[in-house]
């Protein structure tokens, strides 16, 4: 069973910084790519960035510029730097794995708050 767990949300003032990671445990076949969603109160989860297996990266046109996917194989390990935050970046971060034949795998969530 592949497990993927999240941490580093937290409540930051706007202008502030917050890294998170997502472990993936487990035994797996493959991952075609990883990276995050998020969802605000009320809204549809978006993509934020995505880590593909050659390294290629997509990002969200709102957090371009101020955040940064990266990826420790060895660790099976996925991480997101937010830096500048802002508050409508307030939601809940979720880790995204997409493994071949089409499997998605979600992580439990962590909550990221930004204040004004």
């Known amino acids: 069973q592949v497990q993927l767990v999240e941490s580093g949300g937290g409540l930051v003032q706007a202008g502030g910084s917050l890294r998170l990671s997502c472990a993936a445990s487990g035994s797996f076949f493959g991952i075609d790519a990883m990276g995050w969603y998020r969802q605000a109160p009320g809204k549809q989860r978006e993509m934020v960035a995505l880590?593909?297996?050659?390294?290629?990266?997509n990002y969200a046109d709102s957090v371009k510029g101020r955040f940064t996917i990266s990826r420790d194989n060895a660790k099976n390990t996925v991480y997101l730097q937010m830096n500048s935050l802002k508050p409508e970046d307030t939601g809940v971060y979720y880790c995204?794995?997409?493994?071949?034949?089409?499997?998605?795998?979600w992580g439990q969530g962590t909550q990221v708050t930004v204040s004004s």
């Open positions: 880590l593909g297996s050659g390294s290629n990266t």
């Open positions: 995204y794995m997409k493994q071949p034949l089409g499997v998605i795998r």
